[in-house]
């Protein structure tokens, strides 16, 4: 069993300015031209990406990760390759597509108000199933998601125990693992995403403590405070993927 778990959040991508902007303008889809797979970081997604290889870079020794687990979408895979190269560690970066985003299906691309006009039977579904269970047609709902983390927790745990993991992935996912490691229920797991988001390139971390996982950091950006544009918190398509 690894002794810690550091999960981060991918720098903003070029997609969280594309949704955000749909948003804004109230648009039925996001303007983004790559799957979802290929979309890279922004700009600003690569300077959170340095600054957090800064943060690892001041850590002590006994506190720095000896492994990477990553998502093997191109913005997360960029978030721990800047991250390495900023704090000088040369460490395996094990990609796993376990750990991908939720997939939409013909939600893909979607702005909420999207959804409503273009798939309103879905729109109902979706309301009347919340949102662990409701599965859009091709995509996957948050339990699907979870199962799979779960799958990725059993090679991950056996495989690195002892070591301390940082874990690159995306906001679903964040919460997901806390979901699994945390034994969370539904509502405690709704809850906590109702009150709060998983920003870009924040910290969530987790230690081993007495045969069970202890939260001890959630969503923390003080690594990014010397950035000066606002932190994104959304992805923007029909769930608030990232």
């Known amino acids: 069993m690894p002794?810690?778990?550091?999960?981060?959040?991918?720098?903003?991508?070029?997609?969280?300015?594309?949704?955000?902007?749909?948003?804004?303008?109230?648009?039925?889809?996001?303007?983004?031209?790559?799957?979802?797979?290929d979309t890279p970081l922004s700009e600003r997604g690569r300077e959170q990406a340095r600054a957090l290889g800064t943060w690892l870079a001041d850590l002590p020794a006994d506190e720095r990760p000896d492994v990477v687990w990553c998502?093997?979408?191109?913005?997360?895979?960029?978030?721990?390759?800047?991250?390495?190269?900023?704090?000088?560690?040369?460490?395996?970066v094990r990609l796993d597509e376990r750990?991908?985003?939720?997939?939409?299906?013909?939600?893909?691309?979607?702005?909420?108000?999207?959804?409503?006009?273009?798939?309103?039977?879905?729109?109902?579904r979706r309301h009347h199933l919340g949102k662990m269970y409701h599965r859009p047609p091709g995509g996957e709902s948050w339990a699907d998601?979870?199962?799979?983390?779960?799958?990725?927790?059993?090679?991950?745990?056996?495989?690195d125990a002892g070591r301390r993991v940082l874990v690159v992935v995306h906001d679903a996912v964040v919460m997901l693992l806390r979901y699994v490691l945390e034994e969370l229920t539904e509502d405690e797991l709704m809850t906590i995403i109702?009150?709060?988001?998983?920003?870009?390139?924040?910290?969530?971390?987790?230690?081993?403590?007495?045969?069970?996982?202890l939260l001890t950091a959630f969503d923390e950006v003080e690594h990014l405070a010397e950035l000066d544009a606002p932190i994104t918190e959304h992805e923007g398509t029909a769930d608030t993927g990232g």
């Open 194 to 213: 109702r009150e709060r988001s998983v920003r870009n390139a924040s910290l969530t971390r987790l230690d081993r403590a007495d045969d069970a996982w």
């Open 145 to 159: 998601v979870a199962l799979r983390v779960r799958s990725a927790l059993g090679d991950l745990q056996p495989r």
């Open 3 to 37: 002794t810690c778990l550091v999960l981060v959040r991918h720098g903003e991508s070029v997609g969280n300015i594309a949704a955000t902007r749909a948003e804004r303008e109230r648009a039925l889809r996001v303007d983004v031209a790559t799957r979802d797979a």
């Open 99 to 124: 750990l991908r985003d939720r997939e939409l299906g013909v939600l893909d691309r979607l702005t909420w108000r999207g959804v409503q006009e273009l798939h309103p039977l879905e729109a109902e």
């Open 71 to 92: 998502s093997p979408y191109v913005r997360a895979r960029q978030t721990a390759e800047l991250a390495m190269e900023v704090a000088g560690l040369d460490l395996p």
